[in-house]
């Protein structure tokens, strides 16, 4: 762990030093304070007046004012030095699920995501902050000190030193109870933020189905077991913090009686025994402050293992192969066999279809069929076992990534607009569209006469997921969005699925508009929609079980047929 945060920006190996130095002067205030407050006493007790002690208590005052701005300054370069490497991780972490894609975030839940990529980087405060510097810091400062009363006797430097060395240990034994309990502690926490944040986005169903309160009750039985395994993590901690307590009160009640032995034979002066009992703290002190870094960071680890196992995780690989067009490309899936994980029924068993260059192949079948698979491989969302997916005869295994998907423009059932205005939405597609390119591509797709009638045209705020507008106009800026990209391959993914009657013809005509001189893969339950297709591919179970131009397949009483006939009568 320690070694990957220590890699991660060029800076941080100074700016821990620096924290280390900033700690080890601290110290040395500490020290130095004590040796002129014994000193001092030493000199009352011995009858001396006064003014013998004014220089040390000024010094003492001095020390304590560089005291002062050394732990400020300690506090600002911890914040720059967490803060530089929170934003490296979160960086490397965003940049590295974007290149997973979707197949990696359906593995796992949102809130765990989210947990991750906020609460888990947020933990590195702590550890690189406080903790890494403190372990140098109070080794050495712990050494340092030791070492100097071993000069005074080595008989009480023996004692405090026997009494540092159990400090470590009380990590040691601590970790290994602590480390599964605070592997428990953070799974629950991830479940318990996943499930919250399910239930407050499915709130309007759970009210629909009146099972709020029974959500509700499971929530709160999550939230009891994790407060159960928060109190189990604690009852460790706090032992750890008590057995901390305990030797460093064992450690200066054992040093002073034993300096006061030896005061009591001869052997040592009333001085050397005041620095002893100053010092023995002091030699502590950097070691409880390293306790108290340990309890602040304890649950670092885990949550910043559970971001480095993200970033480990192997990325499908991408070639370089150039690809050039002139026109719309050719599409062939060449007997592609693909599962999703966890399933034993593979999705495309041995699927082969060839697009011409232009053509526009509409892929119709039941739900599970293997049809928005198709477009899944296509875009590389995910890897066929076996077979190959080419574009133009270039399996797209061999083309970056970028590349790929710059050919592709897709517009799916369930259209995702961000929370921001028309206009960002539409530029997604092509961030350096002028006014002139958006409106024509909301033209083109009938979006402009409803753009211009929000509250502030194409600056309207749409809302997240854009629920300010119906699921038509969300469909539409889907639509002009795709026009903008102006890619020569296009992906129609149930594209009216979530539109009514009334605004089918509108949309059907934009799409219409869209797919002309492009090669077109549409995917549709509406059968209605695909009467403009070149060729209709009926698939059931990963598999072509009917091709041909619609009017062909319907006068054929084949598969096609019965789909028709089948929504036909579910219409009437």
């Known amino acids: ?254 040093a002073l009686g034993t300096g006061a032995l030896r005061l009591a034979a001869g052997e040592l002066t009333v001085t050397e025994l005041l620095i002893i009992l100053l010092l ?65 029924r593979p999705a495309l068993d041995g699927f082969s279809l060839d697009i011409a260059p232009g053509e526009r192949v509409a892929l119709v079948g039941r739900s599970g069929a293997g049809k928005t698979t198709v477009a899944s491989l296509l875009l590389r969302f995910f890897d066929p076992s076996a077979g190959r997916v080419t574009v133009n005869g270039v399996d797209v295994r061999d083309l970056s990534f970028d590349r790929l998907r710059s050919l592709i423009a897709v517009v799916s059932q369930d259209t995702y607009l961000f929370h921001g205005t028309v206009r960002r939405n539409l530029a997604l597609a092509r961030p350096d569209a002028g006014d002139e390119q958006l409106e024509a591509a909301a033209r083109a797709a009938q979006a402009h006469d409803f753009i211009t009638a929000l509250p502030d045209g194409y600056d309207t705020v749409v809302g997240e997921r854009g629920l300010k507008l119906s699921g038509g106009e969300r469909q539409r800026i889907a639509i002009a969005r795709a026009l903008l990209k102006d890619a020569p391959i296009l992906v129609l993914d149930e594209a009216t699925s979530a539109v009514d009657a009334a605004n089918e013809s509108a949309i059907q005509h934009a799409l219409d508009t869209l797919s002309g001189g492009r090669t077109t893969l549409m995917i549709a339950h509406r059968l209605s929609t695909v009467q403009a297709a070149d060729r209709v591919i009926v698939m059931a179970d990963g598999r072509i079980s009917e091709a041909g131009p619609p009017s062909e397949l319907l006068a054929g009483q084949g598969a096609y047929a019965r789909l028709v006939a089948a929504q036909n009568g579910a219409a009437r």
């Not at 400090?167 to 919250?196: H, Q």
């Not at 402050?289 to 670092?300: D, I, K, Q």
């Not at 499908?316 to 693909?338: I, N, R």
């Open 280 to 344: 023995t703290a002091e030699s502590f002190r950097p070691l409880k402050e390293l306790e108290a870094a340990y309890h602040s960071s304890y649950n670092a680890v885990p949550s910043l293992k559970a971001v480095f196992e993200i970033i480990d995780t192997p990325e499908p690989e991408q070639g370089t192969t150039p690809l050039g067009l002139t026109g719309p490309p050719s599409v062939s899936f060449d007997q592609v066999t693909f599962s999703y994980p966890g399933r034993d």
């Open 1 to 254: 762990m320690i070694p990957r945060l220590l890699a991660l920006t060029p800076q941080i190996r100074w700016r821990l030093a620096g924290l280390v130095i900033l700690l080890l002067s601290i110290t040395a205030t500490y020290v130095g304070q004590g040796l002129l407050i014994a000193q001092s006493l030493a000199r009352i007790f011995a009858g001396q007046d006064a003014s013998s002690i004014v220089w040390p208590v000024a010094a003492v005052v001095a020390l304590q004012l560089v005291r002062s701005v050394a732990l400020a300054a300690r506090d600002g370069v911890a914040l720059r030095t967490s803060g530089a490497v929170k934003a490296e991780l979160r960086r490397r972490l965003t940049v590295k699920l974007l290149r997973l894609g979707p197949a990696h975030a359906q593995r796992g839940r949102t809130g765990s995501a989210q947990t991750t990529l906020v609460d888990s980087i947020e933990t590195a405060d702590a550890y690189i902050g406080k903790f890494l510097p403190q372990v140098i810091a109070a080794v050495l400062g712990a050494i340092a000190v030791t070492a100097y009363l071993f000069t005074l006797d080595p008989l009480v430097g023996a004692v405090v030193l026997a009494c540092a060395l159990l400090m470590p240990v009380l990590p040691l034994v601590s970790d290994r109870v602590l480390r599964d309990r605070n592997a428990a502690w953070f799974r629950g926490y991830k479940g318990l933020y996943a499930e919250n944040l399910d239930a407050l986005q499915g709130m309007a169903t759970l009210k629909a189905f009146n099972a709020s309160g029974r959500r509700g009750a499971e929530l709160g039985r999550l939230a009891e077991q994790f407060c159960r395994d928060s109190i189990r993590l604690m009852a460790i901690v706090i032992g750890y913090v008590g057995g901390v307590a305990f030797i460093i009160g064992l450690g200066t009640a054992v």
